[in-house]
């Protein structure tokens, strides 16, 4: 951040009458008088759900996602609005997809299509066997005996009693104050081993059930209640699986694989998907609320765009994309001229990785070396985000601090420090108007896995909102049942009010908002560790 040391005590004073207060009161009523009295978040949200659907990267729902979100920021009055390219894969559709029993009783069954798998151009019927397999070394027991078969590979797991989370979830005051307990972090080189090992399995199974002359495989949903999700991960030009694969519900799964044991079963595969290859960029897309001080720099609020297939992608994470074009919304129509520029995000292929604001990063932030192997590097940027140094770019200088809004369509309850000490001060100043909105809790521990982590890894200050679950872990997170339903307008109304004030705080601060050191290679924080070889 450039601040000016030289302006005139006086100027000073009449500008910014305490250095890190939040906002005027006027402001903040009317930025909740614009979210409460005038909000669009809502019908922002059922166009992203119910007219464009589910928005899995690089396909045409996604691209139809990337044009309308920014036809809506110009429409808001928004500057600078673009669509930023990255290389990342195929596109992947579903036109229709349908699973039946077809012995020894018809039998319709809950299904999706694996992203990324083939079509099984028309209706696959074969016998099938269950053959659960989690490692390359589980493949000697089931080899000779997959030809022509639709391969089970999950180990049908019995249901467990499903009495750890509340179906539907707000935070409790002790729940919340939990979160402020601070786990130190850890560095084992070794971390990136059994996570490449379980990404990289998709593909050498595919590989050898080819081999072995199968028909199909099907796995069971991770979750009960006939919840399915479709996700998959071989989206990269030269991956694609050789097999059409499926995922059932878990009561489908398992009873498939009791019937198994004692008779054959058959079943009907027809996955009619398609592959769009008209451009393998994925696009993130940036609007921007510009600045009055040029030389201020700008802050940033980012959610992701893209989604899962199985349903609509509501809470995960058309929710915080159309609360994030909200605050943007607000803001310009409450004509706020912030100091720094304000910049709205809305990410790319999250959901494979973290892609888009990880490519953010690399083409304006700060670089860092790949990972030497070139597979892990291409993975995902989890596999490069050890590598040190890190080389700050221009741009570096000028971020203040971003937001992310990712974890479903619960009211802002506060922020996560994510480790920022130095911040928390500041952050619970901001917040303060917004004790009865429920909003002024700071925890300083980290969270992990989505769009704010790498602005994080290289240094910069990066926070991700607390946000009540409501049924997002319980249920829609990633399935079939995410749609518009589970959005709750209240509490999107809510989280608007909260971010377009926050931004607005940051980018008129006078002081800067507090870094991390920029970050050099960790030492082993368990040098005389020894691995147990039973857990290999
Ligand atoms: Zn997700």
Not at 60 to 81: C, D, H, I, K, Y
Not at 374 to 381: E, L, M, N, T, W
């Amino acid at each position: 951040m450039i601040r000016n040391t030289l302006l005139p005590l006086a100027l000073l004073l009449a500008a910014a009458p305490a250095m890190a207060a939040p906002l005027d009161a006027e402001t903040i009523n009317r930025i909740a008088d614009q979210s409460f009295s005038h909000s669009q978040v809502m019908q922002t949200a059922a166009y992203l759900t119910d007219r464009i659907g589910g928005r899995l990267t690089n396909s045409p729902a996604m691209r139809q996602a990337e044009r309308w979100t920014q036809e809506r920021f110009r429409e808001f009055g928004l500057s600078n609005v673009h669509p930023e390219g990255f290389d990342f894969g195929r596109g992947w559709w579903i036109e229709r997809a349908s699973v039946r029993m077809t012995g020894p009783r018809p039998l319709a069954l809950r299904s999706i299509p694996i992203a990324w798998t083939p079509a099984t151009n028309g209706p696959l019927t074969a016998e099938i066997v269950v053959a659960p397999m989690r490692k390359e070394r589980d493949f000697a027991e089931w080899r000779g005996k997959l030809k022509g078969k639709i391969v089970l590979v999950s180990f049908p797991a019995p249901a467990a009693d499903d009495s750890k989370e509340a179906p539907f979830k707000r935070f409790t005051g002790d729940e919340i104050a939990k979160m402020d307990q601070v786990q130190q972090p850890t560095y084992d080189p070794e971390i990136d081993r059994p996570r490449y090992e379980r990404v990289n399995f998709p593909k050498q199974l595919d590989v050898f059930l080819k081999a072995e002359g199968a028909a199909a495989w099907v796995s069971m949903s991770a979750r009960d209640n006939g919840l399915v999700h479709g996700v998959g991960y071989l989206y990269r030009v030269g991956e694609t699986p050789a097999l059409p694969a499926v995922e059932l519900a878990a009561e489908d799964y398992r009873r498939l694989a009791r019937l198994a044991k004692t008779g054959p079963v058959t079943l009907e595969i027809d996955s009619k998907v398609h592959f769009d290859d008209s451009d393998r960029n994925a696009y993130n897309v940036i609007a921007d609320l510009p600045g009055s001080d040029p030389k201020a720099g700008f802050v940033m609020a980012g959610a992701h765009l893209d989604s899962w297939v199985a349903a609509d992608g509501a809470t995960d994470n058309a929710a915080g994309s159309a609360v994030v074009m909200e605050a943007a919304r607000i803001l310009k129509a409450i004509g706020a001229k912030p100091k720094r520029t304000i910049r709205f995000a809305l990410w790319s292929a999250e959901e494979q990785g973290v892609h888009g604001s990880d490519a953010y990063v690399r083409q304006h932030l700060a670089t860092r070396p790949r990972n030497p192997d070139p597979v892990r590097a291409a993975i995902a940027p989890a596999f490069n985000s050890r590598m040190f140094p890190v080389t700050p770019l221009p741009a570096y200088r000028e971020f203040a601090a971003y937001f992310n809004i990712d974890n479903g369509s619960g009211k802002l309850r506060g922020v996560h420090a994510e480790g920022n000490f130095a911040a928390v001060p500041m952050l619970k100043e901001w917040l303060s108007p917004f004790s009865g909105l429920g909003a002024t809790a700071v925890v300083s521990s980290p969270t992990a896995g989505t769009d704010h982590v790498y602005m994080q890894s290289v240094g910069l200050p990066a926070f991700q909102f607390i946000q009540d679950p409501l049924d997002y872990n319980s249920r829609t997170h990633h399935t079939d049942i995410d749609t518009y339903d589970h959005l709750r307008a209240e509490d999107l109304r809510q989280a608007a009010v909260v971010l377009a004030s926050v931004l607005l705080s940051a980018a008129n601060s006078d002081k800067p908002i507090p870094a991390a050191p920029l970050p050099t290679e960790p030492a082993d924080n368990d040098p005389f560790r020894y691995r147990d070889p039973a857990r290999d």
